[in-house]
């Protein structure tokens, strides 16, 4: 099937589609700074750029688009029949840096954090948004197990 756009149409369509500050970026970012976490963006001094850095928990979240970066066993991911000596090696390729980046970040002591486009769909969103809290947070779960421990005592 021939593309219904021209090449110019296409080029500039294309152009169009960013890289972050995207919506489901956004929606993540928004979710995290309401439950107290503060974090940087798009740091570029990390492998990969992380979406979302949270230093005080060593964590770096990616939120990745189906397609772009090859969602396997979603629905949203569909590989694009035409022009497939392109797209073929140009997804294998986003996935193999992907994991490059997520294996250079891991040795270095991060976490890692995949948010997939699509577990951000109304039916799952809040879910996947507290699980993704939960798991950033957890390690410092339990750290004042006894709060009358570290309280201060105010009497002189």
Not at 4 to 24: A, L, Q, W
Not at 48 to 60: E, F, M, Q, S, V
Not at 125 to 142: D, H, N, P, S, W
Request: with cysteine.
């Amino acid at each position: 099937m021939a593309d219904i756009h021209s090449k110019e149409t296409r080029s500039y369509n294309m152009s169009r589609i960013r890289n972050k500050d995207t919506k489901p970026e956004t929606m993540v970012r928004k979710y995290l700074f309401s439950k107290g976490l503060r974090f940087r963006k798009n740091d570029k001094r990390y492998p990969g750029h992380p979406d979302i850095l949270l230093p005080k928990y060593k964590a770096a979240v990616f939120i990745n688009g189906c397609l772009w970066h090859c969602h396997e066993g979603c629905p949203d991911f569909v590989l694009p029949k035409s022009n497939q000596d392109y797209w073929v090696p140009k997804l294998e390729k986003n996935r193999r840096r992907d994991e490059e980046n997520y294996a250079a970040l891991r040795e270095d002591g991060w976490n890692v954090f995949i948010v997939w486009e699509c577990e951000l769909k109304k039916d799952t969103k809040a879910e996947r948004l507290e699980q993704l809290y939960l798991e950033i947070t957890k390690q410092f779960v339990g750290f004042f197990r006894n709060p009358i421990q570290y309280q201060f005592n105010l009497r002189r």
